[in-house]
Nanobody, 126 residues
Framework: QLQVVQSGGGLVQAGGSLRLSCAAS????????IGWFRQAPGKEREGVSC????????RYADSVLDRFTITRDNAKNIVYLQMNNLKPEDTSIYYC???????????????????WGQGTQVTVSS
């Protein structure tokens, strides 16, 4: 019943921008924490950003701070990840995930996220 469907991604030149979307089905983001993760071939999964459901407060990994912005459209039940000033090291498969919230702040660790999107490729050329 609970699903998240991703869209966006693609190929861009270094310094360019992309926006990823995560659409919820079967639940509202107000009741769940939403996280964005990425995993490149041969590397461990990295938490990129997350949004706390009950108050909308964002968190960011140091590697993307001041470049990425996570936002939420409550009417459409969609969470976005705006990625600016992209770098080749941002190249990865990006995943959106949801975790049931009980008034706790979101985390960039993936353990508590139970519903995962299908992933989308982001490639940044130099």
């Amino acid at each position: 019943q609970l699903q998240v469907v991703q869209s966006g991604g693609g190929l861009v030149q270094a310094g360019g921008s992309l926006r990823l979307s995560c659409a919820a089905s079967g639940f509202r983001f107000d009741d769940y924490n939403i996280g964005w993760f990425r995993q490149a071939p041969g590397k461990e999964r990295e938490g990129v950003s997350c949004l706390t459901g009950y108050n909308g407060d964002p968190r960011y990994a140091d590697s993307v701070l001041d470049r990425f912005t996570i936002t939420r459209d409550n009417a459409k039940n969609i969470v976005y990840l705006q990625m600016n000033n992209l770098k080749p090291e941002d190249t990865s498969i990006y995943y959106c995930a949801a975790a049931k919230a009980h008034n706790y702040a979101c985390t960039l660790h993936g353990l508590l996220y139970t519903t995962w999107g299908q992933g989308t490729q982001v490639t940044v050329s130099s």
